[in-house]
């Protein structure tokens, strides 16, 4: 429910200035890397991965001008977590998404052009034991991006991004009552991401 309260209110912020811009719609799927956390518990360092898989995602953008443009995106995955060479952690299922406000600068005008794309939101963490609680965390991402053209109003468009979610160095996540799965020990986590989407232009 917080996540989709955070999406209504960002909408109804950019929903005046898409109201008057050509809109693109631009539903994607890719596959989504990295996460792994450095954790630390009673001083003893460990680690915990996060398996890599396939990601889905819509991106909503609106001109600005020919060079620029504002975004909406959000994107979602399924993945586990899991300690390795250990039995503390056994693979849990965990989903994790992603919904940034942002927008697009064109930086190349070849025949692909060329946009540097990044924006900032919340990162949200759901894990499937629902003895563990959900997180939300301010995040950013920074990406690049191409389009090709197929018709007048339809794109192909693919784009890769890293996404970096901001935690203090003592965070603790996925708590139960008296205790936590992770204990976090570094300040900035990160994903990157690879997509592709057809854009659909009015």
């Given at each position: 429910m917080r996540v989709l309260l955070i999406i209504a209110c960002a909408l109804s912020f950019t929903a005046p200035a898409i109201a008057k811009q050509s809109l693109?719609?631009?539903?994607?799927?890719?596959?989504?890397?990295?996460?792994?956390?450095?954790?630390?518990?009673?001083?003893?360092?460990?680690?915990?991965?996060?398996?890599?898989?396939?990601?889905?995602?819509?991106?909503?953008?609106?001109?600005?001008?020919?060079?620029?443009?504002?975004e909406f995106l959000i994107s979602?995955?399924?993945?586990?977590?899991?300690?390795?060479?250990?039995?503390?952690?056994?693979?849990?299922?965990?989903g994790i998404s992603y919904a940034h406000i942002g927008g697009n600068i064109r930086v190349s005008d070849s025949f692909l052009p060329v946009?540097?794309?990044?924006?900032?939101?919340?990162?949200?963490f759901a894990?499937?034991?629902?003895?563990?609680?959900?997180?939300?965390?301010?995040?950013?991402?920074?990406?690049?991006?191409?389009?090709?053209?197929?018709?007048?109003?339809?794109?192909l468009r693919i784009d890769s991004r890293i996404y970096s979610t901001f935690f203090n160095s003592d965070s603790r996540i996925f708590c139960e009552i008296d205790s936590?799965?992770?204990?976090?020990?570094?300040?900035?986590?990160?994903?990157s991401e690879v997509n592709a989407g057809i854009t659909f232009s009015f």
């Open positions: 693109e719609i631009t539903p994607m799927m890719g596959y989504r890397f990295g996460g792994d956390f450095d954790a630390s518990q009673d001083k003893i360092h460990h680690q915990i991965s996060l398996t890599d898989d396939t990601s889905y995602g819509l991106l909503t953008a609106w001109s600005f001008d020919r060079e620029r443009q504002g979602h995955y399924d993945t586990n977590f899991f300690e390795p060479n250990s039995s503390s952690i056994s693979a849990t299922g965990l946009f540097v794309t990044g924006g900032f939101g919340l990162s949200y894990p499937e034991d629902k003895t563990l609680n959900d997180e939300t965390r301010f995040s950013m991402n920074v990406g690049l991006a191409t389009r090709f053209d197929l018709s007048e109003h339809i794109s936590c799965a992770i204990y976090i020990s570094n300040d900035m986590w990160f994903q």
